[in-house]
């Protein structure tokens, strides 16, 4: 009888070992499809590489996919790029501005984001930026002490108490470190998109890679001729949580120390939002916090907004189409200009 256990024990750690080292050889070769959704994967990956080389540009955009979407950089001028990660916040700004000056002399910065990134209310930096590896072990590991003196888990406000926040922390280490049984759960979805539609994802890759080469970071989301959606709580009340306002006085510093110009513009939003939006307690908020954050920066150049713009500039019901592009491009190509900054 012991022997018959100490060989189901033996068999049930071996297979455990077996199935983990598959799942971590998947994830090491194609880590686009085991890793997340492939495109994701790839617009996110291109994005980080032009954050963290050398690339001649010094004039910089960044933001959210709101951010990709709304701003194409050739129309505001030949020293302009666009370094916007979809689905990020302003860990991740302070981050791409302190990673790109390393290589690069940045005069011009101009942030355009979402309403409710900023107030922290994503889900991507767990499903991106952790397991993509955005960020170093190190900035991981500063991003905790922070956590720790706020007392709450960045995008989940809900997890306050010591030894919650600090299981929550080693759980997320471990999906950076790609532990193999944190991705057990998708490891067949992704195995299943790699063996039947990896045509398909390269197509779209090539597109994708193609895009944002082309327009120097800039990208459409939304293909749509209009969208009527409203995406808009009126009655959300508006402000930087602790964490996201300790990197944006981050960001502020190192723009100030650098002698960079700093713009602040949320991202435009549909008609249909901008009804619920517009004399909300949304709107409000937004307002009021929004002139504190004026008061407390010499060098930040806040840009009134959102913008609305008409439903037929809009993609799907976060992003602008290319018309909206075009026409939001425009619009903050004016406005630097009316400030004399030098593109």
Not at 68 to 77: D, F, H, M
Not at 192 to 216: E, F, M, P
Request: proline share 4%; aromatic share 16%.
């Amino acid at each position: 009888m012991n022997r018959f256990i100490t060989k189901t024990i033996k068999y049930l750690v071996a297979t455990l070992l077996l199935s983990a080292l598959i799942i971590y050889v998947f994830i090491e070769i194609k880590p686009a499809f085991f890793l997340g959704a492939p495109v994701d994967y790839y617009y996110c990956t291109y994005q980080y590489e032009q954050i963290n080389k050398k690339t001649g540009f010094s004039n910089i955009i960044i933001g959210d996919s709101r951010g990709n979407a709304s701003v194409n950089p050739k129309v505001l001028g030949n020293k302009w790029i666009n370094l916007s990660i979809p689905g990020s916040d302003l860990f991740e700004g302070c981050l791409t501005l302190k990673k790109y000056l390393l290589n690069n002399k940045v005069d011009t910065l101009v942030m355009v984001y979402g309403l409710y990134y900023l107030a922290e209310i994503s889900p991507y930096f767990n499903r991106r930026t952790v397991p993509f590896q955005f960020v170093s072990y190190n900035e991981l590991k500063d991003l905790e002490q922070v956590e720790k003196k706020y007392k709450y888990k960045f995008h989940d406000e809900s997890v306050t108490s010591q030894r919650a926040l600090s299981l929550a922390q080693y759980d997320r280490r471990l999906k950076y470190w790609h532990f193999p049984f944190h991705y057990r759960e998708t490891f067949i979805d992704g195995l299943n998109s790699l063996c039947n539609t990896w045509a398909d994802v390269n197509v779209a890759k090539q597109k994708v890679i193609k895009q944002l080469t082309d327009y120097r970071g800039y990208m459409n989301f939304g293909e749509a001729d209009s969208n009527n959606t409203d995406g808009i709580n009126g009655d959300f009340e508006f402000y930087l949580p602790s964490i996201s306002k300790h990197y944006f006085d981050q960001l502020m510093d190192v723009a100030a120390k650098n002698k960079i110009a700093v713009y602040l513009m949320v991202a435009p939003i549909n008609q249909a939002s901008f009804m619920s939006y517009n004399k909300s307690p949304f709107q409000t908020t937004v307002d009021k916090y929004m002139k504190t954050l004026q008061t407390q920066y010499a060098n930040l150049h806040l840009v009134p907004g959102p913008v609305c713009l008409p439903n037929t500039m809009f993609g799907d019901p976060y992003h602008v189409n290319k018309k909206g592009t075009a026409f939001f491009s425009e619009i903050t190509r004016k406005m630097l200009d009316s400030t004399s900054i030098k593109r």
